[in-house]
């Protein structure tokens, strides 16, 4: 079983800057396709950013050139940098998992077994 845990979240102001972490429970280094999504109130869950067990990486559009996401394997944690916030991004931000090498179809949250219980970005303008 995988466990995932996000930590990070937080209140900044619009221009600031958050860094989420996901601590996993398996090596993440070992086909693990792994993903963040977010979900506004009253808004579907979206893909922000997918990165596969080769560190490809991809990012969403609303996303791109301000948030990276990047992996620590000696640790086994994910992590979202998010710079440049904006009112938004406000939403509750998870962390996924799913057994593959890579991540075809990233932003689709069916594909994921596996779930982080969220964590709360709020920005303010």
């Known amino acids: 079983q995988v466990q995932l845990v996000e930590s990070g979240g937080g209140s900044v102001q619009a221009g600031g800057s958050l860094r989420l972490s996901c601590a996993a429970s398996v090596y993440i280094t070992r086909n693990y396709c792994m993903g963040w999504f977010r979900q506004a109130p009253g808004k579907e869950r979206e893909g922000v950013a997918s990165?596969?067990?080769?560190?490809?990486?991809t990012h969403a559009d609303s996303v791109k050139g301000r948030f990276t996401i990047f992996k620590d394997n000696a640790k086994n944690t994910l992590y979202l940098q998010m710079n440049s916030l904006k009112p938004e991004d406000t939403a509750m931000y998870y962390c996924?998992?799913?057994?593959?090498?890579?991540?075809?179809?990233?932003?689709?949250?069916?594909?994921?077994?596996?779930w982080g219980q969220g964590t709360q970005v709020t920005v303010s303008s």
């Open positions: 996924a998992a799913r057994v593959t090498w890579y991540c075809p179809d990233p932003y689709s949250a069916h594909r994921y077994a596996y």
């Open positions: 990165i596969d067990t080769y560190e490809t990486t």
